[in-house]
């Protein structure tokens, strides 16, 4: 497992944790960009159980609190 993770590192600049957690905040992001859906229908669906985590790490990679993120980018919710 240990060459795994070193070659995966070197080959995504990532460990394998934090590739799937990349993954699963865009694929959050692209929800709070196009749906009214809730944060906690969003953080269900990407694979997070736990609300305070899946903020913790959204706003590492993001900048900005789901809430922020969904208000700044969310186009109807922009128009509104």
């Known amino acids: 497992s240990r060459t795994f993770i070193r070659r995966f590192k070197k080959a995504t600049l ?3 944790l934090e590739y799937i957690q990349r993954v699963r905040i865009e694929v ?6 196009s749906t009214p859906s809730t944060i906690s229908e969003v ?7 736990d609300e305070k985590a ?3 790490t959204f706003k590492k990679y993001t900048g ?7 208000k700044k980018y969310n186009r109807e919710m922009a128009l509104a």
Do not use: D, H, Q, W
């Not at 959050?28 to 960009?33: I, R």
């Not at 900005?64 to 969904?70: K, Q, V």
């Open 28 to 33: 959050a992001k692209k929800t709070f960009e």
């Open 64 to 70: 900005l609190s789901p809430l922020e993120y969904r």
């Open 43 to 49: 953080m269900y669906n990407v694979g997070y159980i």
């Open 14 to 16: 990532n460990t394998p």
């Open 54 to 56: 899946f903020r913790k």
